[in-house]
């Protein structure tokens, strides 16, 4: 690790009492870049979790080949148990601790767990209090009114379907011939399922927290966008048979998206999954000894770090875009989204079939063979 941060700091509750914070902040590698990646909310959070998630986003960005190293950030924390005021007490006050890590061309957060667009507002907003002028660069996954970017909020899920339609293009398949399931029907799940069934396939299977709904002749994802926003679930929705989280995984389909949370393909239930496609939208969703099982059956799987690298690079595009203060359409930034992907799905596909390794080793060859890269020719100082 670069450098790990570790603080403690009070913050004055609504009630009078003050209460006392931990929280922490990585960065892997910075010869590449600035680091990148993002702060989470959890009771959860430890920096051993946060130090294997800083590597990670080393590993995100070098395999799309933009200009970051990886960090990650959080704080020991159920979010749920405070108040919107207290929330941003805490927020303004960890981000004074780290100010002397972050900025533009030092170390730029973003959302993760349980944090969002105006998390990120109270983080530059407090950084920009301390210069003395207004720093959009020094975060990304702002709201546009303070220099987010158009398509940032769609963009992992747009990136987990450019690179499924890239592999059903590799492996010979139509997207009209495709039948998709998805596990997890959040931002990801459910972007990435509207987007394939616009790409021509068709979803059979999604599912939220509570189980999901199964239709082997496709379900209409706007229909089941109206019912989930209307009944805030997708229980009894109509037409559609109601299956669990693990039974979703294993239903007849051509490709399987795992867009909820990790280690849900296993070896106690790899060898039942009958797509013959995965694609991974959620991060670390494949145990290792899955990942055996699958490589054994000739599943064609696409890997978390390429598959749902979208949302790091929209958010380079908007570090970008706030640095020269000139914003692009959302279709621009689509565009340049599908091209930065598509170049390297089609690297790690490369690497992939001339040195006989499957795609999750072929990723990390070209991420680990970048950073490497770097290293070498910057040398050791002194």
């Known amino acids: 690790m670069q450098r790990e941060f570790t603080c403690h ?27 990148k990646g993002g702060i989470r909310y959890h009771p959860d959070v430890s920096l051993d979790e ?36 207290e929330l941003e007490h805490m927020t303004r006050r960890f981000a004074t601790e780290i100010s002397i890590l972050i900025g533009s061309d030092r170390d730029i957060p973003a959302p993760d767990v349980n944090t969002d667009g105006q998390t990120m507002a109270w983080i530059m907003d407090t950084l920009s209090m301390h210069l003395g002028y207004s720093a959009p660069a020094s975060v990304t996954g702002k709201p546009l009114e303070v220099g987010g970017s158009a398509g940032r909020i769609e963009a992992t899920g747009r990136g987990v379907t450019i690179c499924a339609v890239a592999a059903l293009e590799h492996l010979g398949r139509a997207p009209h011939q495709t039948k998709v399931a998805v596990q997890g029907f959040g931002n990801v799940g459910s972007i990435s399922a509207k987007l394939l069934e616009e790409a021509g396939c068709t979803v059979v299977a999604v599912s939220e927290d509570y189980g999901g709904i199964y239709n082997p002749l496709g379900l209409s994802i706007k ?28 239903v007849e389909c051509d490709l399987l998206v795992p867009a909820a949370i990790g280690n849900q393909l296993t070896s106690r239930n790899a060898r039942d999954v009958k797509a013959k ?48 203060s000139f914003f692009w359409s959302e279709h621009e930034v689509n565009q340049k989204l599908k091209a930065i992907l598509t170049r390297a799905f089609n690297e790690v ?33 002194p």
């Open 9 to 35: 700091f009070p913050v004055k509750l609504d009630n009078g009492h003050t209460r006392v914070f931990t929280g922490y902040r990585v960065q892997h590698n910075i010869n590449r870049g600035p680091a």
């Open 50 to 85: 946060v130090k294997a998630l800083a590597m990670w986003m080393t590993w995100k960005c070098a395999v799309v080949n933009i200009p970051f190293g990886g960090a990650k950030g959080g704080i020991i924390v159920n979010p749920r148990e405070l108040s919107l005021n």
């Open 223 to 250: 229909k089941v966008l109206e019912y989930r926003a209307r009944e805030k679930t997708l229980k009894a929705f109509p037409g559609a048979q109601e299956i669990g989280n693990q039974e979703l995984l294993t």
């Open 277 to 324: 496609l995965i694609v991974e939208g959620a991060n670390g969703p494949t145990t290792p000894e899955a990942d055996a099982i699958f490589r054994e059956r000739g599943v064609f799987l696409v890997p978390d770090i390429l598959a749902n690298a979208g949302g790091v690079t929209v958010s380079y595009f908007e570090w970008v875009q706030d640095l020269q």
């Open 349 to 381: 596909l490369k690497t992939h079939l001339e040195r006989k390794l499957d795609m999750r080793m072929a990723a990390y060859v070209q991420a680990v063979s970048r950073v490497a890269g770097a290293t070498r020719e910057r040398g050791l100082y």
